[in-house]
C-alpha cells in the first residue's frame, strides 16, 4: 500500500466540523453526594494530584497500578526506568515498550489470582441468550476451568508462544472464554467480528497467517439464523483455491438451537467439534509467562486508505491500562453488575467487556441478542432480570430505542443502575439526555469514553465521582494521557481552541505496531504531526478544559460505532464490472449517526439504476458485510477531480449533505461542470 497517501496525499484534514446534529447548550451535571463519597477518585482535587504525578513521574505512577497483578518476574529498571518510547519520527523509528523484562501473563491475573483469592465462586459471566429462555452463569472457577480445557486442546493441536488463533463467534460465553485460553498459553488471538462476509474473513485470515480457527455452527440475531459456519467454509474453500493458505484446524462449537451439526458443512480431520474434544481435557493447563512486550492480540481495523490494518496489543502495559481505566471510570466496586453490550469482535469487547472487568474480579453481563427482540422491552428486563449496576453502551443504540419512546423504559423499575456509560462516537445532546433522565432517572452520571481501536482504552473520559459533566463532553484526560490540539500547520494551540486531537507521550496501552508493517505503523499515527500520535479526531477544548470530540477528519466513516474506510467500501463498487469508479463518504444519518454515500459512476449510463444499485449493495455485503453496505447510492456522469486525477472528496461530501452553497473553489477542478451535473442528479 502506498504510505506517502496515509500521511498528506490530497486529504486536507478537516478541523472546521461543527458538534454532530444539535447546538451545544452549555449545561452541567453534578454527581450526587452520595456516589462522590463512595467513589475511587472522588474529587477535582483528587484527580488533579493524581494526574500531576502521573504526567510527571508515569513509571513511578503505573508501578503502582501495575503492583496489585502478579509478575513471575519484576520488570526491569536497573537503568532506573520502567517504560521507554520514542514518539518523534524526526529522532528515529517510533518504539514504544513498558514493563519490559517483566513476565505475566494476563490470563492468570484475570482468572487464577481471583480463583486463589477464594473469589472462585462468584460470578464471573451472567450469558443471555437471543431467546428468552436461553441463559447461564459460570463462576470466576468455572471460567478457569473452560479456559484451561481449551488451551490444552489448542495445544494438543500445536498452537504455542506466538501462534495466531483467529476466532469468529457470535456473543456466546465462549467468545471471551476463547481469548482467555489463547492469552494463556501466549497465542496470540484475533477475533473477527461476526458481521463480516466470507470474504472479509478470508482476508483477514491470511494477512494474519491463522492456522487455526475458532467458530460455531450458527447462531440466532433476532428472527434470523446465520449459518456461521457455513459462511466459514465459503471463507476456507476460497483462501486455499486462491491463495493456497490453509486452516488446519477448525474448532466448532456445536450450537443446536441455531443450526444443528447435521446441517453444516464439514470438512474432516481439519473440522473438530468444540462438545466432542475440549471437555476431556484437564481444567488445569500451566502458564505461558510472557514478556510484557510480547503480543497479546491483534485486531483488526480500518484506515482511511488500504487494507484493514492489524493492530497489535501488548500484554503488560495493556494489562495495567485496561485494568486502571475500567476500575477508575467505571468506578467498579466488586460484587456489581456490569454490562457492556458491545461485541467481542471490537475493541470494546477486548478491553471493556474482557480483560478491564475480568481483571477487576467483576461480574460481567454477556448478551448475544439485539435491543429490539423480540421486542423494544428487552435490554430494559435484562437490566431488571439481573440488576445491572453499570451500563455501557453506544449512542447509535440509545437513538434507535429512544424511537420506541420512553414507556418502554417507564415500565421497568432500573433501580439497580448506578452509572451509565456511551462509546462509539460523540454522543448528540438529545441522546445523551434521554439516556440520563428516562434510562438513569436522573440519578445516574453518563460517562462518555473517547478511546479508539489503537489507544487500547479510554484516552478522554469522565471520572464520575470527580467531576460535573455537560452532556456531549467526553471532559478530561485520563492518568498519563496528555492530548493536544494542532491546527493544520502542526502548531499546538494552547487553551481553548479546535483542530486535530492528537497525544503527547505514550500511555501503556497504546498499541505498538502494525502487523508486518511497522512503515504504515509510523505513516498513519506519527507521520502527520511530528512527535505526536494523531487520532483522525476533530475537537474542540473548552474554557474549562473540557474536550469536545467532533468526529473524524480523515477518511474514515463512523456507522453506527463501526469504523468503515472509504478506501474499503470504493474497492467493493469498483469491483462491479458496471461500475467505472466510485467514491464515498459520510452524511449525518439520524439512528447510525454517520450514514454511507456512494457516488457512483457507471461505465454505460443506459442501464436500469435500481437493479444496478441492488447489485452494488449486494457486493459491498459479500466483500465486507451488512454493515458497509451504502445507504445511498448517487449516480453520477463521472467524478470530481483534481488536475493530477484525485477524486475531491470535499466536494462530494458537501453535496451529500446538501450543503450546495458552500462548494468552495472549483474551478481548480480537471472538470469543474461535472459538480453541476452531480447537483442535477441528487435525489436520483
Ligand atoms: C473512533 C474509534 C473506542 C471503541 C469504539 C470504537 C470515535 C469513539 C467516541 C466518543 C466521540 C468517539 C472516534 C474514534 N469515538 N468513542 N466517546 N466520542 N467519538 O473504536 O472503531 O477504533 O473507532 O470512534 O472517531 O476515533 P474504533
Known amino acids: 500500500m502506498g504510505m506517502a497517501t496515509e500521511a498528506n496525499g490530497d486529504k486536507k484534514l478537516r478541523t472546521d466540523c461543527s458538534t454532530v446534529g444539535e447546538v ?97 465462586d462468584a460470578i464471573a459471566m451472567y450469558w443471555e441468550g437471543n431467546e428468552l429462555e436461553q441463559n447461564k452463569k459460570l463462576s470466576y472457577k468455572e471460567v478457569l476451568d473452560n479456559v484451561c480445557q481449551l488451551s490444552n486442546f489448542l495445544r494438543s493441536v500445536g498452537v504455542k508462544k506466538g501462534d495466531l488463533v483467529a476466532v469468529y463467534l457470535p456473543m456466546l460465553a465462549e467468545l471471551p472464554i476463547a481469548m482467555l485460553a489463547c492469552a494463556r498459553i501466549g497465542a496470540i488471538h484475533t477475533v473477527i467480528f461476526g458481521g463480516f462476509s466470507a470474504e472479509a474473513l478470508a482476508q483477514r485470515l491470511l494477512a494474519s497467517g491463522a492456522k487455526v480457527l475458532i467458530t460455531t455452527s450458527g447462531y ?34 456445536a450450537n443446536d438451537s441455531a443450526v444443528k451439526r447435521q446441517d453444516v458443512p464439514w470438512t474432516a480431520r481439519r473440522d473438530v467439534w468444540w462438545q466432542d474434544v475440549v471437555p476431556r481435557y484437564p481444567t488445569v493447563s500451566h502458564l505461558e509467562w510472557l514478556d510484557a512486550e510480547d503480543p497479546l492480540f491483534l485486531l483488526y481495523t480500518s484506515g482511511s486508505t488500504g487494507t484493514p490494518k492489524g493492530i497489535v496489543h501488548t500484554t503488560g502495559g495493556y494489562m495495567v491500562y485496561t485494568a486502571a481505566t475500567f476500575k477508575y471510570t467505571f468506578d467498579y466496586h466488586e460484587g456489581e453488575v456490569y454490562w457492556c453490550t458491545a461485541d467481542c469482535g471490537w475493541i470494546t469487547g477486548h478491553s471493556y467487556l474482557t480483560y478491564g472487568p475480568f481483571l477487576n474480579a467483576a461480574t460481567v453481563l454477556v448478551f448475544e441478542g439485539i435491543p429490539t427482540y423480540p421486542n423494544p422491552n428487552r435490554w430494559w428486563d435484562v437490566i431488571d432480570k439481573y440488576n445491572v449496576n453499570i451500563f455501557y453502551t453506544a449512542p447509535t443504540a440509545v437513538r434507535s430505542l429512544m424511537r420506541f419512546g420512553d414507556a418502554p423504559v417507564k415500565a421497568h423499575h432500573l433501580k439497580s443502575l448506578r452509572l451509565l456509560g456511551s462509546v462509539g462516537e460523540p454522543i448528540n445532546t438529545n441522546a445523551w439526555r434521554w439516556l440520563h433522565e428516562v434510562v438513569g432517572n436522573g440519578r445516574c452520571p453518563i460517562v462518555d469514553t473517547w478511546w479508539q481501536t489503537e489507544t487500547g482504552g479510554f484516552l478522554i473520559t469522565p471520572l464520575p465521582g470527580a467531576w460535573s459533566l455537560k452532556p456531549g463532553s467526553a471532559t478530561l484526560p485520563f492518568f498519563g494521557v496528555q492530548p493536544a490540539i494542532i491546527d493544520p500547520e502542526g502548531n499546538e494551540l494552547s487553551g481553548e481552541a479546535t483542530g486535530a486531537l492528537c497525544l503527547k507521550g505514550s500511555w501503556p496501552g497504546v498499541c505498538r505496531t502494525i502487523l508486518g508493517d511497522h512503515e504504515r505503523y509510523e505513516m498513519a499515527y506519527f507521520g502527520h504531526f511530528k512527535g505526536y500520535y494523531f487520532s483522525g479526531d476533530g475537537c474542540r477544548r473548552d474554557e474549562d478544559g473540557y474536550y469536545w470530540l467532533t468526529g473524524r477528519v480523515d477518511d474514515v466513516i463512523n456507522v453506527s460505532g463501526h469504523r468503515i474506510g472509504t478506501a474499503e467500501v470504493e474497492s467493493a463498487l469498483v469491483s462491479y464490472p458496471m461500475c467505472a469508479e466510485a467514491a464515498v463518504v459520510g452524511y449525518d444519518h439520524q439512528v447510525k449517526g454517520q450514514g454511507i454515500y456512494a457516488f457512483v459512476a457507471l461505465k454505460d449510463n443506459t442501464r436500469n439504476f435500481d437493479e444496478i444499485r441492488q447489485a452494488l449493495i449486494t457486493t459491498v455485503r459479500e466483500q465486507i458485510g451488512t454493515f458497509a453496505a451504502p445507504d445511498k447510492i448517487h449516480f453520477a456522469p463521472s467524478l470530481p477531480k483534481t488536475t493530477s486525477g484525485k477524486i475531491v472528496r470535499r466536494i462530494l461530501r458537501k453535496i451529500a449533505a446538501k450543503e450546495l452553497d458552500d462548494l468552495g473553489d472549483i474551478s481548480t477542478l480537471a472538470n469543474p461542470e461535472v459538480v453541476d451535473q452531480i447537483i442535477a442528479l441528487t435525489g436520483n
Not at 513511578?60 to 526491569?76: L, N, P, R, S, V
Not at 440475531?221 to 488446519?248: F, P, Y
Request: some cysteine; glycine content about 6%.
Open 24 to 120: 451545544i447548550r452549555e449545561e452541567r451535571v453534578y454527581p450526587s453526594e452520595e456516589f462522590r463519597a463512595s467513589s475511587w477518585i472522588s474529587s477535582r482535587e483528587q484527580y488533579d494530584e493524581m494526574y500531576r504525578r502521573s504526567v510527571d513521574d508515569p513509571d513511578a505512577f503505573w508501578e503502582k497500578e501495575a503492583e496489585q497483578f502478579f509478575w513471575k518476574t519484576k520488570w526491569d529498571n536497573s537503568d532506573g526506568k520502567m517504560h521507554s518510547e520514542n514518539f518523534d519520527l524526526r529522532k528515529g523509528p517510533i518504539t514504544i515498550e513498558w514493563f519490559k523484562g517483566g513476565k505475566t501473563n494476563i490470563c492468570y491475573n484475570a482468572l487464577d489470582r481471583h480463583v486463589k483469592a477464594g473469589k472462585g
Open 220 to 253: 440466532r440475531r433476532g428472527h434470523k439464523v446465520i449459518r456461521m459456519k457455513q459462511i466459514v467454509e465459503e471463507a476456507l474453500s476460497r483462501l486455499l483455491e486462491e491463495e493456497g493458505h490453509s486452516i488446519e484446524t477448525c474448532l466448532t462449537l
